[in-house]
């Protein structure tokens, strides 16, 4: 059974019209948990246009970031700056695509249109491997070396909050979060997760 990972979130009060929310994650033993995925979903969120285009490069035999979070729609392009050639894959459900051995940068990168968990890695070095999460929403964000992540300047109202961690199937789940511009008790939700390096796959 995998240890609990602790999300503690406290609200601190915004300048003007939003507030800061800061997410503390710690996995089951009270360490902080870095690299950990939080996002934030309401029926009062706006649409955005296509989201900005991400890369996830390969350095060292190594893919750099290893966990990322974009929003669904995003094209996200696998560049090579090794010496060596790669060939990046999933067969992830959320999207299943392989990038044929290659150097340098593929002509076309990859759209993410559907949410969920993906892995990835590379047909050629068995020790590659990433993950990216494809969520619903454009407030996210993913913990520093001290397991913590803000988000800065939200509007009031009432959010939900999730979060993923590499080695889970799917996110946590959702709960309510109300945003004010005032101080608001710190809450607590658990993910089933471990920090990477210490048995997640």
């Known amino acids: 059974m ?3 990972a602790a999300l503690l979130l406290a609200v601190a009060p915004g300048i003007g019209w939003g507030a800061d929310l800061r997410v503390a994650v710690e996995d089951g033993l009270g360490r902080p948990l870095p690299e950990a995925i939080v996002y934030l979903s309401s029926p009062a969120l706006l649409p955005v246009g ?35 050639r790669h060939s990046v894959y999933s067969f992830s459900r959320p999207k299943v695509f392989t990038l044929k051995l290659y150097a340098g940068k593929p002509a076309n990168p990859v759209v993410f249109d559907k949410p969920g968990p993906v892995v990835l890695g590379c047909n050629i070095h068995d020790e590659m491997v990433a993950w990216l999460l494809v969520v619903d929403t454009p407030l996210f964000g993913k913990t520093d070396a001290t397991g913590q992540y803000v988000f800065h300047g939200l509007k009031p109202g ?6 993923w961690y590499p080695g889970l199937e799917n996110p946590s789940a959702a709960k309510p979060v109300s945003i004010t511009t005032q101080d608001s008790p710190a ?7 471990r920090p990477i390096g210490e048995g997640a796959p």
């Open 2 to 4: 995998r240890a609990a």
């Open 50 to 84: 296509v989201p900005a285009p991400v890369s996830i490069d390969q350095r060292d035999r190594q893919f750099v970031p290893r966990v990322s979070v974009v929003q669904t729609g995003t094209a996200v392009s696998f560049p090579n700056s090794d010496q060596v």
């Open 158 to 163: 009432d959010y939900q909050l999730s979060g």
């Open 187 to 193: 809450q607590r939700v658990h993910l089933d997760a």
